[in-house]
Structure formats: structure tokens, C-alpha cells
């Protein structure tokens, strides 16, 4: 019984050590939150925010209209992250959308979707990406926490070599660079950073079957914390200068290069898991009747 009980705690030892020294740069490195008009501005219906204090910031969805907002400036590489609380109560029909985009018809696009869903019925987070103009890369989990009584983190985090979706600094998806295998990998665009709360009752809610009720709204999605820690691109500087200002080299190493950052810790690597095992409940990868043949990228993802 006794030494059972010493080779637990050793072992308990050993996970200790683990998770204390591999906690990865993707969480170590952050910035400080800005204001929301440091950063974005109103794209889609003004008159449908609300400012509440310094650092609240609520979007409202009412028959007449959605909201959205943009970021200013255009990026490539780095992490963004904003904290969301979404639609309290019934929020059927609902979708609030926070993602990347490139412009143009070949563009990259990175989306966070949540899926509202009847009072007491669990939200859904929808990710997809989009390279060169296609998307078709949906997941879908439940979190793991109500999203609509705090607010939680959710980030993307992107480097030439993988873009990597983060719910509370937990990697719900790793999107790894397979451009040796010849497939594309988004990383010649930059990308501006979108958040907006829409009425898709067509789609969203158990396949469309619910409708929004609009004896409910205003439906309010809340934001706070934005953070952008990424390489800025001006619109006025052509892709390939920014592309190249955006790399690192000899001279200048960007933090999401580093090594420690290029990959999930080992930590991070067994959040995943744990994800997929117990969350997501839709993998395009693994939807044969969508598709007969896996895509190339899921025949050759880790994850
Ligand atoms: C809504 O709730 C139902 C029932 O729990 C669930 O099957 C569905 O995945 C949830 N999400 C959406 C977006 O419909």
C-alpha cells in the first residue's frame, strides 16, 4: 500500500513539474486590453451600440437591424483576443460572429460563430476557415462553461506555421501550416478583425427548425478586453512589403516565431484532446457524407 501510494505522488510530482514549466508562450505572452475605439471602430449600424462605462462595449440585434464593428488597421501574425459575454436568456436564431478576414474573392478568413439556441438550451461555437476564398472547414463543440452569464476570452492566434483558436486560452483547433504537402496555408494576406450579432434563424438554431422569437428582443451580445498583439499593416503598403515587414528575419524576431510558440505545450496538447473528446460534436473532417473523400488537410492534420 505504501509504496503505491509514494509512485502516485511521484507521479502526481512528475504532472506538477509538466504543468508548471511547459505553459506555453501562446499563453504567457499578453498585452494589455485597449479601448475599443483605440482599435475598432462601428461598421454596420451605429445606432445599435451601447457604451456602458470605460470598457463595456454592447451590440444589439432588434427587428430593424444587427451590429459590427471592424478593426482600424489591417494584421497579419500575432493574437487577438476579445472577451465575450453573448445573448442572454432566448437567444434562437441569433448568431454572433467574432473572425479574421482578408478582403478580396481569394480571401482568408478565420471565424469564431455562436450559435444562439432556446433559454436553457446550450449555445454553440461554430470555428471555419476559410483559404483562398473556400471555407467548408466547420467544427462545431459546447463549451464547457455558460457563455451568457460571464464574459470568456476567445482568440485566435496565428503564425506562418499554424493558426491556433483559443477559448480561455484552452486551443479548441490547430490549423497547422501542410503547404510541404501542397496544401495553401493562409499567410500572405493581412487580415482585419470583425465582430458582429445578426438574425440567421434560417440556419443557426437546431438546423433552422427554431425561429427568432422577436417578442425577446433586443438580443445583446457584450464585449470588453480587446487586445491585438500582432504586426500592423498599413492599407497604403502593398501585400508583399507587408508580408515581409511581417516575417521575421535575422534582425527582428516576432514573438509568435519563437520556438516555445510554434507548437502546443505539452499542457495545451492534452486541453485539445480533452476538447475533442468531450465538446465538439461536428468535425468537417470526419463528415463522409460530405464529404466521400477526407480533404487533403484532414488526411494529414495531427488534430
Ligand atoms: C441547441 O440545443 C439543442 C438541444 O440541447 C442542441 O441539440 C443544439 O446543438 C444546440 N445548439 C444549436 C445551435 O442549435
Not at 25 to 32: C, R
Request: glycine share 6%; charged share 20%; hydrophobic share 35%.
Amino acid at each position: 500500500m505504501a509504496s503505491l501510494h509514494l509512485i502516485t505522488m511521484s507521479k502526481l510530482w512528475v504532472l506538477f513539474v509538466f504543468c508548471c514549466f511547459t505553459l506555453s508562450m501562446v499563453e504567457m505572452v499578453s498585452s494589455s486590453s485597449s479601448k475599443f475605439d483605440e482599435l475598432f471602430q462601428p461598421s454596420w449600424a451605429n445606432d445599435h451600440f451601447i457604451y456602458e462605462g470605460d470598457d463595456v462595449l454592447k451590440m444589439k440585434l432588434d427587428y430593424n437591424s444587427g451590429a459590427g464593428f471592424q478593426s482600424k488597421s489591417k494584421y497579419m501574425f500575432g493574437k487577438v483576443t476579445v472577451q465575450i459575454k453573448l445573448v442572454e436568456g432566448d437567444s434562437a436564431g441569433t448568431v454572433t460572429a467574432f473572425y479574421m478576414s482578408s478582403d478580396g474573392p481569394n480571401h482568408n478568413e478565420f471565424d469564431f460563430e455562436f450559435l444562439g439556441n432556446t433559454t436553457g438550451e446550450p449555445y454553440s461555437v461554430q470555428t471555419n476557415l476559410y483559404v483562398n476564398g473556400v471555407g467548408n472547414r466547420e467544427q462545431r463543440l459546447n463549451l464547457w462553461f455558460d457563455p451568457t452569464k460571464d464574459f470568456h476570452s476567445y482568440s485566435v492566434f496565428w503564425n506562418p506555421r499554424q493558426v491556433i483558436f483559443l477559448v480561455d486560452e484552452t486551443p479548441i483547433r490547430v490549423h497547422s501550416n501542410l503547404e510541404h504537402k501542397g496544401i495553401p496555408f493562409p499567410k500572405d494576406q493581412p487580415m482585419g478583425v470583425y465582430s458582429s450579432i445578426w438574425n440567421a434563424d434560417d440556419w443557426a438554431t437546431q438546423g433552422g427548425r427554431v425561429k427568432t422569437d422577436w417578442s425577446h428582443a433586443p438580443f445583446i451580445a457584450s464585449y470588453k478586453g480587446f487586445q491585438i498583439n500582432a504586426c500592423e499593416c498599413p492599407a497604403t503598403v502593398a501585400f508583399v512589403d507587408n508580408a515581409k515587414k511581417c516575417s521575421s528575419s535575422n534582425e527582428k524576431r516576432y514573438w509568435w516565431d519563437e520556438p516555445t510558440v510554434g507548437e502546443l505545450s505539452v499542457h495545451q496538447s492534452h486541453q485539445l484532446i480533452w476538447v475533442r473528446a468531450n465538446h465538439m460534436f461536428y468535425d468537417y473532417c470526419t463528415d463522409t457524407a460530405r464529404f466521400p473523400v477526407a480533404p487533403l488537410e484532414c488526411q494529414h492534420h495531427r488534430h
